[in-house]
């Protein structure tokens, strides 16, 4: 490890093979970020999904020492190909790469995975890779699943966040990433009924071209030019916090763990 005093990086891709070594052997575990690229209407950047996912996942590491692997960032979003930029791989394509991605981390000796997720065409996929991999350790979270998360979310936003280009995850990119003007985005969306919310959550969404047609400039229900850097930074807060409570939970009552669909279950 380095000499000079200086804390152990967060990042895996700043570590050396034997400085990884060194941390298996502690038993902590590994946050691998899960995202997107695709586009977030007309003030989001292409790559909110994974920034968000990586942002809040260094925040959690910053505080429990944590390791954070690079995200997997082209994933299922054949709904918004319409739009110039998206990448979309199929979900096929997605879960054999996760799956593969998180074999070799457990091959190495990393024996809790701690997935965070940004994108929620992600998760039927993830849930699938966590069922495969069984017994082995492999926890899945969005970064907005806690409470506190959501109750800042309504606080601050209410029916204006909306499904996609969401004013809270423009906010966490607005921390640490380059600011849009909001008069990109100024005129409000179309609003979303509940209805619509729970038919679609889950980026259960068209073909790419009745999507486009529907949602014209990306958002969906989501007021853009709400977001706030100031907010921003709460939310990565809170989140970051959330994740290192239940995870030292989890790991405080039982180092083996293991996700079955929604549940927990230990072996």
């Known amino acids: 490890m380095d000499t000079n005093q200086k804390p152990l990086a967060l990042a895996l891709s700043q570590l050396t093979w034997p400085e990884v070594e060194t941390y298996i052997a502690t038993g902590k575990p590994l946050l691998l970020p899960l995202g997107s690229f695709e586009q977030h209407g007309p003030m989001g950047l292409m790559g909110t999904d994974y920034l968000c996912a990586e942002t809040v996942a260094m925040a959690a590491a910053g505080i429990a020492g944590w390791l954070v692997a690079p995200p997997l960032v082209y994933t299922p979003a054949p709904f918004n190909m319409a739009f110039a930029g998206t990448v979309s791989v199929s979900v ?24 965070l997720n940004g994108h929620g065409a992600n998760l039927e996929p993830a849930r ?91 958002r969906v229900g989501s007021h853009s030019a709400l977001a706030s850097p100031h907010i921003g930074t709460q939310l990565i807060a809170i989140a970051a916090q959330a994740i290192v409570d239940e995870l030292s939970d989890l790991i405080n009552a039982n180092p083996a763990y293991v996700e079955t669909g929604d549940q927990i279950r230990v072996r």
């Open 92 to 115: 096929p394509t997605f879960t054999l790469l996760l799956e593969e991605v998180c074999s070799s981390f457990i091959s190495h000796g990393f024996n809790q995975i701690y997935l």
């Open 128 to 218: 699938q890779v966590i069922k495969n991999l069984a017994p082995h350790a492999i926890k899945l979270r969005s970064w907005w699943d806690f409470d506190e998360v959501q109750d800042l979310r309504q606080t601050a936003f209410g029916t204006w966040e909306g499904l996609h280009a969401t004013p809270a995850e423009i906010s966490i990119t607005q921390v640490n990433q380059r600011r849009l003007d909001p008069d990109l985005a100024r005129e409000p969306p179309m609003p979303l009924s509940e209805a619509y919310i729970k038919a679609h959550s889950g980026d259960r969404h068209g073909d790419p071209i009745s999507h486009q047609r529907t949602f014209p400039d990306g």
